[in-house]
């Protein structure tokens, strides 16, 4: 099983300060979300397993 674990998207209302935060300046598209879920489901991903993806623009680097 593999995990798409997103961070901030676009519907989500940021305070200026929380989209600084991100080193990406920006939620993540809907778009952005859906092409990585297509990429997991596709044979480009065919081996990989038990993988947690990040699509969070930085923002889990930049916590640390």
Known sequence: ??????????????????????????PATFEEIGQTCVFLASDGARYINGQSILSDGGMNRAVR
């Open 1 to 26: 099983m593999n995990n798409l674990l997103p961070g901030f998207c676009e519907n989500v209302n940021l305070s200026e300060f929380a989209r600084k935060s991100i080193p990406a300046q920006r």
